[in-house]
């Protein structure tokens, strides 16, 4: 077999940038429930494995010798075929050949730094040759046509080896940022990953879904990683919902405080059934109140799938010494998991002005508050604390203040003192 051009054939850039578009190609073609399903991990190994250039290695070369047969013109020189024939003549063949590793295809490929003299060579296998045919060549020949052989193959190689090296480390990014943006895709039409928050559904919305989180050249072909069913998704109130549980307790207080004679009786456990009630109308979710959760009992808890979502306690305003001691109460009924709470205070024939002066810097001195998060309107307080136990853990906490006065001892109308 002659001798043929190496290192020209092929643009390497363009066959590492089929690489890619084969490997994006293979992503795109995964379901989404397939591809959230994988553990990126071992997708990520799966396609390296796959899609991955293996860099050429040089072994130690060794030479194969021989007696042949040479084409020579009848009056000398090798046969060109314009001087009226040729001759058949006894030569000695030397054949340099040297084992390799790697990606066979890359010998013939070109990289962004060549030259216009290429070596010659034959590839077979795992054995990369090149063979010179003198009729009495000398040693210093043959070690010189070889040398130079040797080091055009380095030079070569050398050029190729960075752009090879650097498409191989990028593959796991590629990966990566395609299973991003698919997630995130995913998330965009309703579908909720890995990490996402549980929205607690309406009754009159559609369905919120849960898609499951997660889940070549080789001479033994890569598997693609099976998909693993893992646990759901820990269910957590989105911050969207939250607003919506919010503006619910908000609407219902406002009935309150447009009839107060309904409600001017009413102790904080009659209070709090109030509320339940529209929760229960609106959400999905098992709105309760009066049960345990961790450190005691809370007044208004919203569950789903068996974890809470939402803890709310109703208190009567008597002072800020009572309003610090009632966020240790919700504190303590707080879980790790638990990160979305709410205060509703009820002032009973005091100056509802001045008690919502007293909110903000009583609830900032508590030294588990890290942040005052703003107000929405004129009696709605949001804030920022960290678990006494873990501070990196943070759970919104909002205070609710409404007026609804009580009957007077004494006096058949409601009125304030």
Not at 346 to 366: A, C, D, G, Q, W
């Amino acid at each position: 077999m002659a001798d043929e051009l190496l290192f020209c054939k092929y643009d390497l850039s363009l066959v590492i940038e089929n690489q890619r578009a084969a490997l994006l190609k293979e992503l795109d073609a995964m379901s989404d429930s397939r591809l959230l399903n994988t553990d990126l991990a071992e997708l990520q190994s799966y396609m390296k494995q796959k899609y991955q250039l293996e860099m050429i290695e040089l072994g130690e070369p060794s030479i194969d010798e021989g007696r042949t047969k040479m084409q020579v013109g009848r009056y000398g020189g090798f046969h060109r075929g314009y001087d009226g024939g040729a001759v058949s003549v006894d030569a000695q063949r030397y054949t340099l050949e040297i084992p390799f590793t790697g990606d066979k295809d890359l010998f013939f490929c070109r990289g962004s730094t060549f030259n216009m003299n290429p070596p010659r060579g034959t590839v077979k296998g795992t054995i990369i040759a090149t063979t010179m045919v003198e009729r009495q060549p000398t040693a210093d020949q043959v070690n010189a046509t070889f040398e130079r052989f040797l080091k055009d193959l380095d030079e070569h190689l050398g050029w190729l080896r960075p752009a090879v090296v650097g498409w191989n480390e990028s593959i796991s990014a590629v990966v990566d940022s395609n299973v991003k943006a698919r997630r995130a895709r995913a998330d965009q039409t309703g579908a909720v990953a890995s990490g996402l928050k549980f929205a607690l559904k309406q009754r009159n919305d559609r369905a919120a879904t849960f898609a499951a989180p997660v889940a070549s050249r080789k001479k033994i072909a890569p598997q693609l990683p099976q998909a693993r069913p893992v646990a759901p998704p820990e269910p957590a109130l989105s911050d969207a919902i939250y607003r919506d549980i919010l503006d619910t307790l908000q609407q219902m207080a406002e009935v309150m405080e447009r009839s107060p004679h309904a409600y001017a009786d009413m102790d904080e456990e009659t209070l709090r059934f109030q509320f339940l009630v529209p929760l229960n109308a609106k959400f999905e979710g098992e709105a309760r109140g009066e049960v345990f959760n961790y450190g005691g009992k809370t007044d208004i808890l919203i569950t789903s799938q068996g974890r809470n979502i939402f803890i709310g306690e109703c208190k009567i305003w008597k002072g800020e010494k009572a309003l610090s001691e009632a966020i240790d109460q919700v504190l303590g009924y707080l879980s790790w998991r638990d990160t979305k709470a709410a205060i509703l205070l009820f002032n009973r024939n005091r100056s509802f002005s001045n008690v919502l002066e007293k909110i903000r810097p009583t609830v900032e001195k508590h030294p588990q508050c890290t942040s005052f998060d703003g107000k929405c309107g004129e009696t709605e307080f949001a804030f920022t604390f960290a678990r006494i136990d873990d501070a990196s853990r943070k759970l919104k906490l909002t205070l609710l203040a409404f007026d609804v006065p009580g009957h007077v001892e004494g006096d058949s109308s409601t009125r304030r003192l």
